[in-house]
């Protein structure tokens, strides 16, 4: 099983203190690893809706890399900002990206449903509760943006792999 480093959880426990009682939730490979599944990290993802998006801008002013604000690619749209958590401005530290009311373009052209966090499992990171998303919903992420190869390892890696609606850990689960 993967096990995130002490700076990436670090960061994780500050956000979701400081986010406490607002709406959000951790996605993408962080939170499958802090669901059991075994996924290279390489930063932390906050998707929630525009608000939190943008008090994030203000509650982590000090660490921010690029202004919270709102961003239109040619797949993504969102209240996008980036974050450099518990580095130095020399030195690199922990990546975060926040995305408020984030949306997808699909492989037809079309923007899917708005992602704003509240779709969550609650869980006990180092005694500290924090949100992430459901299995089910990065499934279905990682297929809207056409990233097969992420999709098809998860999905190797659920107990029934068959199953479309896969069993969503028990919120009460502490998994550190």
Sequence with gaps: MTELPI???????????????????????????????DMNVDDVDVVCNKETALDMGELFSDYLVREVKYSESSKFKS??????????????GVKVEVMGNWQIKNTKGVWGEIHDGSRRVELILDGQQVYVTPIKEEL??????????AYH?????????????????????SLF
Aim: hydrophobic residues 40%.
């Design 7 to 37: 700076e990436m959880k670090n960061a994780m426990l500050k956000i979701a203190q400081a986010l406490s009682g607002r709406v959000y939730a951790f996605r993408g490979t962080v939170s499958l690893v802090l669901q059991g599944l």
């Design 79 to 92: 209240y996008f900002g980036e974050f450099n958590m518990d580095g130095l401005p020399a030195q690199a």
């Design 140 to 149: 279905g992420v990682f297929m809207e943006m056409g990233r097969w190869n």
């Design 153 to 173: 390892k998860i999905k190797r890696q659920l107990p029934d792999a068959k199953t479309e609606k896969p069993k969503e850990p028990d919120p009460q689960l």
